[in-house]
């Protein structure tokens, strides 16, 4: 190893095994314990139409989309980086792709193709502006929402949009294996990608290192601009994926989807960042964002159909609640803005009455 | 007599940091307090400002009415005003919301505020400390020394009472040397109005300047209290410090010529400027470590944000060779100068990341295999610099907050060790940490210093330059003021002395000119 340090310093106290380190926590499987309950609840209460194979095929089925629009939130958001423009990225491409089988002749997979690598260029724009003109990530991918919205009213003339699609890409969206979708087969492979990069390798150190200190990071020699800027091309390109996939299994596009979409995939990365690592993280995410889908899922049935309102209920209460836990925790926003409203808030107490006393939390120097 | 404080004790468990300290300051006065770090200084100030309690037996009064002490309300309806180093200014906000801040405005018709009549007495105040501009403007357009000025502005503005005791805290710890004088001359007013000043300072030329009484505090007792006429900075010097220990010079500023002339130097810095610097030439040979003091506001803070790309720089920086671009961490790291940060918080610990990943977070590289990194062999090696360390966790897996200051510390040694480098800049690395540990850090240094790292150390912690370091470079104003080298003159004191001793620059020249019996140029 290193010369530096050769003869070895005395430990003043030998390092144990890893392995208890932390106590297994009740609060780090919540997500899991949640839906054993949904499924006991509902099962108990409806138990013909809930615990059926068909209950699960719609959920896992319905679900795929969102859960990948998820995960598209959740690369930025490992860097503190907030991305609310991928709704409106999905349903871009969605209006795109059945614009361009109506228009053109091109085959669908280069239509695909063309509308990913467009929404990544989307992103790299957002990141431009993030990075380069230093607008609040919040601020920015939501103005750059509005933006892209506007395009969608251009293409659609807020009309509905059906385009012509071949059988092909309609089972490419539809067919299941052994009764299993497709579109989960898809959300799997994308999601075990993505925990590749962020837990396996250096580049996912180094987010989650951007994440948790920027300042220390850049110090650290860690390209920190860059890596923001790659998380919202990232996330915009897979947003992108989630609006081919949606084609694929809806097909036309109709005026509002984005917006609608987002929603769930933000409750389901605050959700998730409680769980398993503590801190964003795919599988995580995943969990909980199928957890919630049984609960709404139980709660139509248990409803019916002119129930409608009950899904944003649960999905508002979801959110807040996963999120006071995990900010309680310190799990997520550990990083800038919510520190920089922390210290916003704190710092008004000595401003507020300048003459009165020290800032407590001046260092007692001198 | 104005303000009088007797018998005032105060004790942090079983350490006393003021013991039966008498202080008394006039209207029309400028009463210096000053004293090494740790001397009391800030435990006086925060005592008088109501925010820590005296043992009982400590009597206060101001003109001739006792107030009890300890009680921010109290102090305030005495009529004591404070102006802190941080000033605990919105810069977006104008002069005139800054001056009413937590105040309320003189309002009109409907509750709508009266803006001229603000703004009349905003500027009347502000004329008063002897600054004239629009009360509209954002504070965050002033120079520093108005800025200051504006914070004192504030304090008087907060009246009720005619005369005001304005106790000013390293007011001009954050200014420019040229901003000084300003400031000076706004303090002077301040005397002529007949308020009386309390100012604390390490700048013993500004004190001698300024002040018509000084009282030192040394080790939590008044060691000194005299007029301010009679005294020289020398003797000044030997009253804070406890003795003549003025180390003989050796050869103040170094020639750029010996610089460029040295082989051996790993490190070669040419009139580097930024942050605080203005201009500075050193080099650090293989294997040697390299102190670097000076009181804040002298350079010494800005000098390892400059190194290591977290400040932009000018000037040239040639490390092992190539030649480091301004404000790029990453080229400096690549270049071989591995780094401590200063203020660890903020500048070094990734607090949602393990042990494990704060420390390989600069190369993770080493352990990947098929693009991942390989657990096992990472976990190895971090095992391995735990033991070496003596950090005291959990696991290499442990959350980095469960760990304590100073074995956080020791993983970011770690950190900069791990990268095998060639140059090594420590700032404050022992800043707020335990003495085990802070003994064990020593001993890393020292022996990578052995192990021919070229080794910069920049530190508050006079014990530990004159500890650890082979000459200690003593910046004023900016620049290289005084090089101690290695012997039997470099102690803790020699260090102290020194700083306090360097006036640097014109503008501290002029303030102590105006004082008879100091010396024009130390």
């Not at chain 1, 890409?169 to 799997?188: A, K, Q, R, S």
């Not at chain 1, 962020?198 to 860690?222: C, D, H, K, S």
């Not at chain 2, 300047?209 to 006429?229: E, F, K, M, Q």
């Not at chain 2, 991942?372 to 033991?387: K, L, N, S, T, Y």
Request: aromatic share 6%; glycine share 12%.
């Amino acid at each position: 190893m290193n010369a530096v340090t050769a003869p070895p310093l005395r430990p003043t106290r030998a390092s144990r095994r890893p392995g208890h380190l932390r106590p297994p926590s009740i609060s780090r499987f919540s997500a899991v314990y949640l839906w054993v309950v949904f499924l006991a609840l509902f099962g108990a209460l409806q138990f013909r139409l809930f615990l059926t194979v068909s209950t699960f095929q719609v959920v896992f089925s319905q679900g795929a989309v969102t859960a990948v629009l998820a995960l598209a939130f959740l690369m930025p958001l490992t860097t503190d980086t907030y991305d609310l423009s991928i709704g409106e990225v999905m349903s871009l491409t969605i209006v795109v792709i059945n614009w361009l089988t109506l228009h053109t002749s091109l085959p669908i997979g280069v239509i695909a193709v063309m509308a990913v690598a467009g929404c990544a260029l989307i992103g790299a724009v957002s990141g431009f502006v993030v990075v380069k003109l230093r607008v609040n990530s919040l601020i920015a991918t939501l103005g750059m929402s509005e933006v892209l919205s506007a395009f969608q009213l251009y293409i659609s003339q807020n009309h509905q949009v059906a385009g012509r699609f071949s059988s092909l890409f309609v089972t490419v969206g539809n067919g299941t294996v052994f009764g299993v979708p497709y579109l989960d087969l898809y959300m799997i492979v994308i999601a075990g990608a993505l925990w590749f990069v962020l837990e396996q390798t250096p580049l996912g150190r180094r987010m989650f290192a951007v994440g948790g200190n920027r300042e220390a990071a850049r110090l650290a020699g860690i390209p920190a601009d860059r890596i923001v800027w790659g998380s919202l091309v990232t996330s915009a390109a897979i947003a992108s994926l989630a609006g081919v996939m949606y084609t694929a299994q809806v097909g036309a596009y109709t005026a509002d989807i984005g917006q609608g979409y987002l929603f769930p995939a933000l409750a389901a990365v605050f959700f998730g960042a409680s769980q398993l690592s503590q801190r964003p993280n795919v599988w995580g995410t995943l969990i909980a964002f199928f957890a919630l889908a049984f609960g709404v899922q139980g709660l139509t049935l248990q409803f019916g159909a002119g129930t409608f309102w009950a899904s944003p209920l649960f999905q508002g209460v979801a959110l807040i609640s996963a999120v006071g836990i995990a900010s309680s925790r310190g799990a997520i926003g550990a990083g800038g803005d919510s520190r920089a409203i922390r210290r916003l808030l704190r710092s008004r107490g000595p401003e507020a009455q300048p003459a009165a006393g020290p800032d407590p939390g001046a260092s007692p120097q001198a | 007599m104005t303000l009088q404080l007797r018998h005032v004790t105060k004790s942090f468990g079983e350490q006393t940091a003021l013991r039966d300290v008498d202080l008394t300051v006039d209207y029309g006065e400028v009463h210096a307090l000053v004293g090494q770090n740790g001397s009391g200084k800030s435990t006086l100030i925060k005592l008088l400002s109501g925010y820590h309690q005296p043992a009982p037996g400590a009597e206060a009064e101001l003109d001739g009415r006792s107030f009890q002490l300890g009680s921010t309300h109290a102090a305030r309806a005495a009529g004591l005003r404070f102006v802190h180093q941080d000033l605990a200014l919105v810069l977006q906000l104008s002069i005139l919301d800054n001056m009413m801040l937590g105040r309320s405005y003189p309002l009109g018709l409907g509750g709508r505020i009266r803006w001229r009549e603000a703004a009349d007495r905003a500027s009347g105040y502000l004329r008063r400390v002897g600054v004239d501009a629009d009360v509209r403007s954002p504070v965050g357009s002033l120079s520093m020394s108005e800025r200051a000025a504006v914070a004192i502005a504030r304090a008087l503005s907060d009246t009720g009472h005619g005369r005001l005791l304005i106790v000013l805290d390293e007011p001009t710890a954050a200014l420019p040397a040229g901003d000084v004088d300003r400031l000076l001359e706004s303090i002077g007013r301040l005397r002529a109005d007949g308020h009386g000043v309390l100012l604390v300072s390490h700048h013993l030329g500004e004190v001698l300047g300024i002040a018509d009484r000084i009282t030192v505090l040394r080790d939590g007792r008044v060691a000194a209290s005299l007029p301010c006429a009679g005294v020289d900075q020398r003797r000044l010097t030997e009253l804070i410090v406890g003795h003549s220990a003025l180390a003989p010079d050796t050869g103040a500023r170094q020639p750029a010529a010996r610089v460029d002339a040295d082989e051996h130097a790993v490190l070669r810095v040419r009139r580097l400027a930024g942050g605080r610097v203005r201009e500075l030439d050193f080099a650090v040979r293989a294997g040697e470590i390299v102190g670097v003091a000076g009181i804040t506001g002298s350079g010494r803070e800005s000098l390892a944000p400059l190194l290591t790309g977290g400040l932009p720089h000018c000037g040239e920086i040639e490390a092992a060779r190539s030649v480091l671009a301004p404000g790029r961490p990453r080229g400096v790291v690549a270049a071989g100068v591995a780094a401590v940060p200063g203020e660890r918080a903020r500048l070094g610990v990734f607090p949602n990341l393990g042990v494990r990943a704060n420390m390989t977070i600069s190369q993770p590289e080493r352990h990947r295999r098929w693009g991942r990194i390989v657990r096992g062999a990472e976990r190895d090696e971090v095992e391995m610099w735990i033991g070496r360390l003596g950090i005291v966790t959990q696991g290499p897996d442990a959350p980095m907050p469960t760990l304590s200051g100073g074995n956080q510390q020791k993983v970011l040694v770690a950190r900069a060790l791990r990268t095998r480098p060639k140059v090594l800049v420590l700032d404050d690395p022992t800043q707020g940490i335990d003495v085990g540990a802070r003994a064990q850090i020593h001993e890393v240094i020292e022996r990578c210093a052995a192990d021919g790292i070229a080794i910069l150390l920049v530190s508050t912690d006079s014990d530990e330059l004159a500890r650890l370091s082979d000459r200690v470079l003593i910046l004023a104003g900016g620049r290289l003021a005084r090089t101690l080298e290695r012997g039997p003159g470099l102690t803790a004191k020699s260090i102290d002395a020194s700083q306090l001793d360097l006036t640097a620059g014109p503008a501290f020249a002029a303030a102590a000119a105006r004082s008879e019996g100091t010396e024009g140029e130390a």
